[in-house]
């Protein structure tokens, strides 16, 4: 198991930029694959982003391919998202997950990302 704890959420104009941060605790943090996700109100969780334990495989879905960019740090115990040229339909909760990409088992408590238009 793993502790994950999101941050870096907050308000920011459209067309602006926000780098989020997910600091993970256990001894296992660099064996896991790294995602996020993000829900918005009244829609289900989406997958954004995920990052392979080394790092050098990444995977994004195509609404922020391009304009999002995901990376982690094991020796920091931490994964990023970089959101630029944000918009307003990217406001939602974002959430750090941790796993395989076909089952995340660890889950963050999501940090708020507003994008005002």
């Known amino acids: 198991q793993v502790q994950l704890v999101e941050s870096g959420g907050g308000l920011v104009q459209a067309g602006g930029s926000l780098r989020l941060s997910c600091a993970a605790s256990?001894?296992?943090?660099?064996?896991?694959?790294m995602a996020w996700f993000r829900q918005a109100p009244g829609k289900e969780r989406e997958f954004v982003a995920r990052?392979?334990?080394?790092?050098?495989?990444?995977v994004y879905a195509d609404s922020v391919k391009g304009r999002f960019t995901i990376s982690r740090d094991n020796a920091k115990n931490t994964v990023y998202l970089q959101m630029n040229s944000l918009k307003a339909e990217d406001t939602a909760v974002y959430y750090c997950?941790?796993?395989?990409?076909?089952?995340?088992?660890?889950w963050g408590q999501g940090t708020q990302v507003t994008v005002a238009s």
């Open positions: 997950a941790a796993g395989k990409p076909e089952s995340y088992d660890n």
């Open positions: 256990g001894r296992t943090f660099s064996s896991y694959t």
């Open positions: 990052v392979n334990w080394r790092g050098g495989s990444t």
